[in-house]
Every structure is written in C-alpha cells, then in structure tokens.
C-alpha cells in the first residue's frame, strides 16, 4: 500500500491536520502539516480550523490538543505511546507534593498528564520554561515539577529557587558524559548543542542548551559546519534537511548504541498513523470534569508565550 497517497486521501476526506513531533520518524515527519516541538504544537493544535487532529507524537501531546479542542476529534496512532516523565509523576503522589507545600506556585513541564496539569497553576515547555519561571512574582514560592534537570537549569537561568519534583526523562538521562567528551576530543570542530533535559554534568559540556526547536534554529545561524546533538536522534532529520551541508552526529546514551530514541516516539509507524485515520481510532478522551480545570494553566502559558 502507498501509505503517503492513502494518508494523504483520508486527510482530505475527514478534514484533518496531522501534527507531528521531531522525534518521530522521518516519513511521518514528511507527511505531517506541521512539525515541531511541544510549544509549538500546542499553538498549531490551540488555533487549526480542521475538524480532526491526528497526533504523531506521544500520549500527553494529544492530550493537550483535546484540552485544546474539547470538542473535535483528536486521534493517537498508537495510545501506547506514553512517555517516561509523565509516567515519573503520577496524580495521587503529585497531589501529597502539592498540598504539602500551599503557598507554592506550581509550574509543570507539559510532559505530564491532564491530571497533573490540572493541579498547577501554569505550563511551561523547554522553549519557554525560562520566560514563564521568570514572568511569577518574585514573592511566591514555586514548585517545578516533573522534571529536575530542565527545572535545575531553569534555576540557574533565572536565580530562583525552586523545589523540583525528582523526575527525569529516560532518553535524556541516559546520554554519557564520557562518551560526549570523546567526541569532542574526535570532532575538535564540532559544536555541541544539547537538550536543556540533559543531566548537569552533560550540559557542562555543551556550547549551546535549548529546545528541540531552539536546536534546530541554532544548527541554522551557526558558523560551525559539524555539529554533536544531545537530545532524541529524530531531530536530525529536520536539521539535515534544513542544512545538508553540515554534519550532524548524533550524541551516544549509555547503553551501547550509536544515537538515542525515544521507544515511546517511535511506537507510531505509518501503517498505524494510515490505519486510525482509516478507522478513527484510537481517540483521546477525558474524564469529565478534568478537561476545563487542565485547559486552565495550558491557556495560561500559551498567553505568557
């Protein structure tokens, strides 16, 4: 089957907008009518006029287009496709951590689940985490959760202090300091650029820290003609296209692999993106109740933003 030219049919047919993240995999990527990081899809979902949104990326993504569109369609290829700091932060454990701390503000990561935005007062992404720690008043305590190593560095970004949900994303956790080392001792030339998820220890190492988007900007204006990328392997693919004639070497994790993906990322294939544009399934729904209190702290970001 042609999945580009089936895909490409059903999107006509159910008046749809497939929303895809770097991180997936490079055919989706193409098909897609927008591609981006976290912010950057919210704002696509917050303002399409299509009827349905079909979600490439992972659970909490599609979620937070259905908090956005509570009453359109919102498809997931694959409802499997969680992610490992959302998973990091349930709801029951999230709420003791909140309520004992009551005059704290709280900022969550948009990598969490509705339930867990719904307890906060707003969302940040890491393209925007800095700008909205920084518009809260410097009065109010703030809760950053779920993830400690962007909320760390936000920190140092702003000079606030913050108490950090210990959470950690499992790709970016795992990138080796030493491994990073060699490849600058191998590539003197290069530039490293690196996910603001990153352990400290890593970012130590990099010459620019930002979002996947704000990585995929710098690859762009620099000067330099090679580049090691520390974050999730998807995002080349993008860079590569926008500069072919720069290289691109992909950052190695701990466990013996040449790159780093994300196996929740790559649960999504084209032959399921096909098929529940077919079928209309697997659908994103909430618990009622839970969609307005959620929507709340996201709207709130996307104004700061």
Same mark, same amino acid.
């Given at each position: 089957?042609?999945?580009?030219?089936?895909?490409?049919?059903?999107?006509?047919?159910?008046?749809?907008?497939?929303?895809?993240?770097?991180?997936?995999?490079?055919?989706?990527?193409?098909?897609?009518?927008?591609?981006?990081?976290?912010?950057?899809?919210?704002?696509?979902?917050?303002?399409?006029?299509?009827?349905?949104?079909?979600?490439?990326?992972?659970?909490?993504?599609?979620?937070?287009?259905?908090?956005?569109?509570?009453?359109?369609?919102?498809?997931?290829?694959?409802?499997?496709?969680?992610?490992?700091?959302?998973?990091?932060?349930?709801?029951?454990?999230?709420?003791?951590?909140?309520?004992?701390?009551?005059?704290?503000?709280?900022?969550?990561?948009?990598?969490?689940?509705?339930?867990?935005?719904?307890?906060?007062?707003?969302?940040?992404?890491?393209?925007?985490?800095?700008?909205?720690?920084?518009?809260?008043?410097?009065?109010?305590?703030?809760?950053?959760?779920?993830?400690?190593?962007?909320?760390?560095?936000?920190?140092?970004?702003?000079?606030?202090?913050?108490?950090?949900?210990?959470?950690?994303?499992?790709?970016?956790?795992?990138?080796?300091?030493?491994?990073?080392?060699?490849?600058?001792?191998?590539?003197?030339?290069?530039?490293?650029?690196?996910?603001?998820?990153?352990?400290?220890?890593?970012?130590?190492?990099?010459?620019?820290?930002?979002?996947?988007?704000?990585?995929?900007?710098?690859? &762009?204006? /620099? @000067?330099? !003609?090679? =580049? %090691?990328?520390?974050?999730?392997?998807?995002?080349?693919?993008?860079? *590569? &296209?926008? /500069? @072919?004639? !720069?290289? =691109? %070497?992909?950052?190695?994790?701990?466990?013996?692999?040449?790159?780093? *993906?994300?196996?929740?990322?790559?649960?999504?294939?084209?032959?399921?993106?096909?098929?529940?544009?077919?079928?209309?399934?697997?659908?994103?729904?909430?618990?009622?109740?839970?969609?307005?209190?959620?929507?709340?702290?996201?709207?709130?970001?996307?104004?700061?933003?």
């Amino acid at each position: 089957m042609d999945y580009e030219k089936e895909i490409g049919r059903l999107k006509q047919e159910l008046n749809a907008v497939i929303l895809a993240h770097y991180y997936q995999e490079s055919e989706i990527q193409d098909v897609a009518d927008f591609v981006g990081d976290s912010l950057a899809l919210a704002q696509q979902a917050e303002k399409t006029q299509a009827d349905v949104i079909v979600f490439c990326g992972v659970h909490f993504m599609a979620e937070t287009a259905k908090l956005l569109n509570p009453t359109k369609l919102v498809l997931l290829p694959d409802l499997a496709a969680g992610c490992s700091l959302s998973d990091r932060c349930p709801p029951g454990l999230f709420k003791q951590f909140r309520d004992r701390h009551p005059q704290h503000f709280v900022v969550t990561y948009v990598n969490s689940s509705a339930a867990v935005k719904a307890m906060s007062d707003v969302i940040c992404t890491s393209s925007n985490a800095v700008k909205v720690v920084s518009k809260i008043p410097g009065d109010r305590p703030i809760l950053f959760a779920p993830d400690q190593h962007l909320g760390r560095y936000v920190m140092k970004q702003t000079g606030r202090d913050m108490i950090l949900w210990p959470g950690s994303c499992m790709v970016h956790e795992i990138f080796s300091e030493k491994r990073v080392v060699q490849l600058k001792v191998e590539h003197p030339g290069a530039e490293v650029i690196a996910h603001p998820e990153c352990e400290e220890a890593v970012l130590n190492h990099a010459d620019f820290i930002g979002s996947t988007k704000q990585l995929l900007e710098r690859t &762009k204006t /620099s @000067p330099k !003609k090679a =580049f %090691i990328v520390v974050t999730e392997a998807g995002i080349m693919h993008q860079m *590569e &296209k926008a /500069s @072919p004639e !720069k290289t =691109f %070497i992909p950052a190695p994790p701990t466990n013996g692999c040449s790159c780093n *993906e994300c196996p929740h990322m790559k649960l999504n294939t084209m032959e399921k993106l096909y098929l529940c544009m077919r079928d209309r399934t697997p659908k994103l729904e909430l618990p009622p109740g839970l969609g307005e209190a959620a929507a709340k702290p996201l709207k709130l970001m996307l104004e700061w933003s």
